[in-house]
């Protein structure tokens, strides 16, 4: 601790000190030592006075070593902690300053809470770990791509299913678009993306993973080797035909931008569900739609040019038709299509031994031929295999086979005395 004869002074006030001195010296004038410092005329004359009076320590503010007069009452910082140990406890710093304002109309900035809540044990201070990447610039034009990825969390908090967060971000503004699934797979994937374009439009491109979802793992046939191309998945074959450039990340810190995202939502989406008692998917999507626009709002950022590069669905476009499950399938003699463990009797009389089944994002199903539906119905029961018909029971017989003393075997030497004797009875 310093001594009464020691002065603490930063080096702002040692600087100034200098110049005063140079003033009282004589060697600078009043008007050069307040354009050195910055300080007017009126605060110059103060300073010496002042410095006068009571020697070098004339320039140490009078309030150092004291409490700030802006300093929150203690009543308030026990109440804000009260509060949010009661309601939201595990919240960052940032978000429960938001919160305690919209809820509490309690103002408190997030460094103070921060400040706080470190003292009294409820927040610990986190260690960022060091960039070891690249950055990469963002795009300039809106729509120019589209980072697309899905996040596996539990994220109603033990209330429902655990589910994944299809979400999307605009490289160029960081808006962000998402909706909740059961999983992660070809339907979701298309079925948000029909969703995103139909409030957006068409992206340039789109940033993916590896996921078998979006990259076929199949191999290709000698068609696709001949033309120099790679087996697509129906994700990727819808992309194609929506004209959308596809590019795949090599590693989950390549679309860092979605990556962060997730880490954020999973900490502020989640803990504003858990104030409403969300627990169902379609909750959730219901309250995506109003903590979104805030969300944009408040972290959304401008593009470095104005003009929008999504492209608005033309009209007549059927996207279900493109944004579908398209699976070959053999017609058989009997006019049947087997598919997904189902049985199909197509109605229609076609000279062909191959159709094509869409399964549409809507959960309906149609049989094609060259592009054109055809008639069918589903095979509820399958007929049995015929029985052969009932015989009447037959007592099976066996032969009996006669002893060797049976007289039926010896009826060739009884039957000479046997005529002897008749021949002599007849008169």
Known sequence: MAGKDIIMASHRELKRLHIVQKVIEGTVKQVEAGELLWLSDRQIRRILKRVREEGAGGVVHRLRGKPSNRQMPKKIKSKVIAVYRTKYQGFGPTLAS??????????????????????????????????????????????????????????????????????YIDDATGRVFGRFYGYEGTIPAMDSF????????????????????????????????????????????????????????????????VERLFKTLQDRLVKEMRLVNIGTIEEANRFLGEFLVKYNQRFAVAPKERVDLHQKVPKGLNLDKILCIRTPRALRNDFTVAHDRKLYQVLDAVRTKKVVVEERINGTMEILYKGRPLKFREILARPGKQQPPVRPFRFKRTPVVPSRSHPWRQYKTLLPDTLKRTAEAIP
Do not use: N
């Open 98 to 167: 938001e919160k305690l304002l919209d809820a509490e109309k309690l103002s408190i900035s997030d460094e103070t809470l921060r400040k706080w809540l470190i003292e009294s044990g409820d927040w610990k201070k986190g260690r960022k770990r060091k960039a070891h990447r690249q950055w990469r610039e963002r795009k300039h034009h809106r729509g120019e791509m589209v980072q697309i990825d899905g996040s596996h969390h539990d994220w109603f908090e033990g209330r429902g299913p655990e589910c994944v967060f299809m979400g």
């Open 194 to 257: 029909k969703r995103y374009i139909r409030k957006y439009g068409t992206p340039m491109s789109v940033y993916l993973d590896k996921h078998t979802t979006y990259k076929s793992t199949a191999k290709p046939s000698i068609e696709e080797e001949l033309a120099g191309t790679e087996p697509l998945s129906e994700v990727g074959r819808a992309m194609k035909e929506l004209a959308v450039e596809v590019i795949h990340a090599h590693s989950p810190q390549a679309k860092g931008r």
